[in-house]
């Protein structure tokens, strides 16, 4: 691995890389995290947010204002992350850009778009490489920030789908799908506090962060009341992408995939680290400023297609509901009739085969006793019973002769 610079408090230099550094600086970086979260302790896991131990709930310490957790207070916490799983869990990873515009904190859109006077804005971005179907950003530090550079991972959850539709059409209709792609769902990454430590937790519930790590402790400190969904990295990041230079560099990359004849996932063919001219060249993307209202607007409307739909779908189901009921019922009746109808013939074949079988011992019965009768004659008449009996063949083989 990689030896990286750091400054004289430890941190590492993330200024100056080239993007293929830039991208292994931050994996060091996480792996370092991973260490010394490991050694951590009186985390709200699961596990205590469950079982509501009085001991385990003192082993958390106080919250911010100076006393000590509660009962009630994980109570609290537990409906909260329920309404989170509800609200952002569907059947599918990720999360809409208006989707995560309309929910996050308000201080962090301002912080994204730098509307704020106390040093903590977002001035820049850079657009420096893809990993497959995650696009990485160099999104450079606040002036209050202690550091200088951080790195968010953007994830199109579409990829695969617009990756097929793209090959074989033509330029307008690719850039469409371009387009569409990067608004519909994404999972997102940063390496900041503010995420780690506010919105990981939201993210890894409502499946639209990308892993690892998944984060199950709850933030019992930071966010409580588990509000917002990304920080303003993440925020700036994700809107500068909505511009058509930066969509233009992630079609280049799906047309490239797309005739492609190695693996989609191979990271040795499918990872790109921009060249210096092609940041610069992306770094005119003049699509910085996020509008909250237009997105919570767009995701409202988005929201009320799907409330329709699913009355639809709700509709349409009660009435195949009631239609394959009806037809289950004249099957059921159909195939009662028809039952009976066997039975009824059954009874009948059954009773005809033992009418028939009576006639059939009637008969042998008659035969029987005229056999006996000629045979007793014939004795009568001084002929030896076998003399008789071949007699009686004798005239069995004449009748059948005529």
Request: hydrophobic share 35%.
């Amino acid at each position: 691995m990689a030896d990286f610079e750091k400054d004289r408090f430890g941190r590492y230099v993330t200024q100056g890389l080239s993007p293929k550094q830039f991208d292994k600086v931050f994996d060091t970086i996480h792996q370092d995290r991973q260490k010394r979260r490991r050694q951590k302790a009186r985390q709200l896991t699961p596990a205590v947010l469950k079982n509501k131990n009085l001991d385990e709930i003192l082993k958390l310490g106080k919250k911010q204002v100076g006393t000590f957790f509660t009962i009630d207070d994980l109570k609290s916490f537990e409906r909260n992350r329920k309404q989170v799983r509800k609200q952002y869990t569907g059947t599918q990873t990720g999360i809409t850009h208006a989707q995560l515009v309309a929910n996050s904190r308000s201080i962090d859109v301002k912080r994204a778009n730098n509307n704020v006077d106390d040093g903590s804005g977002i001035t820049s971005a850079a657009f420096k490489g893809m990993r497959h179907n995650v696009a990485l950003i160099d999104v450079t530090a606040s002036q209050r920030s202690v550091h200088k550079n951080h790195r968010v991972e953007i994830r199109f959850e579409t990829w695969d789908e617009a990756l097929e539709d793209a090959a074989g059409n033509d330029v307008g209709a690719q850039q469409r799908i371009a387009k569409k792609m990067v608004k519909d769902r994404v999972s997102v990454n940063c390496n900041c506090g503010r995420y780690q430590y506010w919105y990981r937790y939201i993210a890894t519930a409502g499946n639209f962060t990308i892993a690892p790590p998944k984060e199950y402790v709850y933030p019992k400190l930071k966010n409580p009341t588990l509000e917002g969904v990304a920080c303003k990295h993440i925020i700036h990041a994700l809107t500068r992408m909505q511009g058509s230079g930066w969509q233009s560099r992630v079609l280049m990359t799906l047309r490239k995939n797309a005739a492609g004849e190695h693996y989609g996932d191979d990271p040795k063919k499918t990872t790109e680290y921009f060249t210096d001219d092609e940041i610069k060249r992306l770094n005119r993307n003049r699509k910085s400023q996020t509008n909250q209202r237009a997105a919570r607007a767009e995701f409202n409307r988005y929201q009320a297609r799907l409330d329709a739909l699913a009355g639809k779908l709700k509709a349409t189901d009660k009435q195949q509901l009631t239609k394959t009921r009806k037809q289950l019922l004249k099957a059921r009746t159909i195939t009662q009739k028809e039952q009976a109808r066997r039975e009824a013939a059954q009874r009948k074949l059954e009773e005809a085969t033992a009418e028939r079988d009576a006639l059939k011992q009637q008969l042998a019965d008659t035969l029987i006793m005229q056999k006996q009768i000629f045979i007793d004659a014939q004795v009568m008449a001084g002929k030896t019973p076998e003399q008789a009996r071949r007699a009686y063949l004798e005239h069995v083989k004449s009748k059948l002769g005529n």
